[in-house]
């Protein structure tokens, strides 16, 4: 079992950046691969940023690429979102997933509980 805890979350203003955490425990995360999804209100949970065991491929959905960076630092079991620009449209609830499969759209093993971004213009 693999357990995810996300932070970093927070009100922010249009054009600010913000740095997500997740932390793990429970297994060592240079197993799985890791994912960065949201959830706006209202809408379904989309994948927007994935990274490969090695950290060496990464991905990320059009509405965020340029603007979001995922990173893992596996000695600190610890995988990053950073993003900058930030928009009102990237208010939405912030997933981070482990699984054993890397991709925007394959399924993810386990969850953490999600950490609030709210982008006010």
């Known amino acids: 079992q693999v357990q995810l805890v996300e932070s970093g979350g927070g009100l922010v203003q249009a054009g600010d950046s913000l740095r997500l955490s997740c932390v793990a425990t429970?297994?060592?995360?240079?197993?799985?691969?890791m994912a960065w999804f949201l959830q706006a209100p209202g809408k379904g949970r989309e994948c927007v940023a994935t990274?490969?065991?090695?950290?060496?491929?990464?991905n990320y959905a059009d509405s965020v690429k340029g603007r979001f960076t995922v990173s893992r630092d596996d000695a600190k079991n610890t995988v990053y979102l950073q993003m900058v620009s930030l928009k009102p449209e990237d208010t939405a609830v912030y997933y981070c997933?482990?699984?054993?499969?890397?991709?925007?759209?394959?399924?993810?093993?386990?969850w953490g509980q999600g950490t609030q971004v709210t982008v006010s213009s």
């Open positions: 429970g297994r060592t995360l240079s197993n799985y691969a």
């Open positions: 990274i490969s065991w090695s950290g060496g491929r990464t």
């Open positions: 997933a482990a699984g054993r499969h890397y991709g925007l759209h394959v399924g993810y093993d386990y």
